[in-house]
T-cell receptor, first 118, second 112 residues
């Protein structure tokens, strides 16, 4: 099946700094990528949807100026957590969907990035 | 999107079939039933999907009732590696920017 990678898998940063997380589709072109956040013992919460070459669509309650999403190519999307604070500590997961407007039934998820803000 | 209801947790003995129920009584005609699972500290993994017919693949079987108000995911011979949170999602076909919304899922524990 299709493979999605994330880098880094784990990151620790100091409060007030910014962190960039990369999501790559390794063997397919992803026209749409999604970013999720998951707090301990909770389900995945969708943060934003990004389409290649256009601005991301953020879910209600997600600060677009804090969570910057760039989907500059068909195989790469990045999430930058700006001015991170301890409450941003979470498990961030991306997913990617191939195809140009096709109706598909599978989304491919990355392995996740564990962010800890100290 | 149709709301789904799943038991919070279930246990299963290794080697036995695991039957995970899902209620989606408000499902509409164009909504599919998707199953994903998430092993601890990993990204979710697609398992299977269906509209109204029963489906089977190398991972599992999906049984959908005739009225489509509920379904059951069957792992025929559960192994310890099947311990995970299983998510049942009822949504329209995934295309374009159609997003996948996760509920709380069922925590399946496979015991030796």
């Amino acid at each position: 099946g299709a493979v999605v990678s994330q880098h880094p898998s784990r990151v620790i940063c100091k409060s007030g700094t910014s962190v960039k997380i990369e999501c790559r589709s390794l063997d397919f072109q992803a026209t749409t990528m999604f970013w999720y956040r998951q707090f301990p013992k909770q389900s995945l919460m969708l943060m934003a949807t990004s389409n290649e070459g256009s601005k991301a669509t953020y879910e209600q309650g997600v600060e677009k100026d804090k969570f910057l999403i760039n989907h500059a190519s068909l195989t790469l999307s990045t999430l930058t957590v700006t001015s991170a604070h301890p409450e941003d500590s979470s498990f961030y997961i991306c997913s990617a969907r191939p195809g140009w407007g096709e109706i598909l039934y599978e989304q491919y998820f990355g392995p996740g990035t564990r962010l800890t803000v100290t | 999107d149709a709301k789904t209801t799943q038991p919070t947790s279930m246990d299963c003995a290794e080697g036995r079939a695991a039957n995970l129920p899902c209620n989606h009584s408000t499902i509409s005609g164009n909504e599919y039933v998707y199953w994903y699972r998430q092993i601890h500290s990993q990204g979710p993994q697609y398992i299977i999907h269906g509209l109204k017919n029963n489906e089977t693949n190398e991972m599992a079987s999906l049984i959908i009732t005739e009225d489509r108000k509920s379904s059951t995911l069957i792992l025929p011979h559960a192994t310890l590696r099947d311990t995970a949170v299983y998510y049942c999602i009822a949504q329209p076909p995934q295309g374009g920017s159609e997003k996948l919304v996760f509920g709380k899922g069922t925590k399946l524990t496979v015991n030796p």
